[in-house]
Nanobody, 124 residues
């Protein structure tokens, strides 16, 4: 499975950005798609995930009500709509895919495939 993330950029606090992650290859092996982020000098942290077949989602508390993860099965693409952005959302965002169905797992080690990162910068 290959994952290609796009859509990062700069935004003002309170603004919005939408990230996309297109999957290709053996996409039939994917059960969970997730987004992680990594700020400078910090670990890569889980943000949100979605079960590919059912659309069930899971978020970290700090983004609930502000971020929405969704998917388009026909396009093999997962999205992260980010609204009410805060400076602390600044990070490199990564999409990842899991062969297992542990959509509430937040550790990166559970994910099998990773895309390249896309930078999100939020200014105050």
């Amino acid at each position: 499975v290959q994952l290609q993330a796009s859509g990062g950029g700069s935004a003002q606090a309170g603004g919005s950005l939408r990230l996309s992650c297109a999957a290709s290859g053996r996409t039939g092996s994917m059960n969970v798609l997730g987004w992680f982020r990594q700020a400078p000098g910090k670990e890569r942290d889980f943000v949100a995930s979605i079960l590919w077949n059912t659309g069930v989602t899971y978020y970290i508390d700090s983004v609930k009500g502000r971020f929405t993860i969704d998917r388009d099965n026909a396009k093999n693409t997962v999205y992260l709509q980010m609204s009410s952005l805060k400076p602390e959302d600044t990070a490199v965002y990564y999409c990842a895919a899991m062969k297992n169905t542990l959509y509430r797992a937040t550790r990166a080690v559970y994910y099998d495939y990773w895309g390249q990162g896309t930078q999100v910068t939020v200014s105050s």
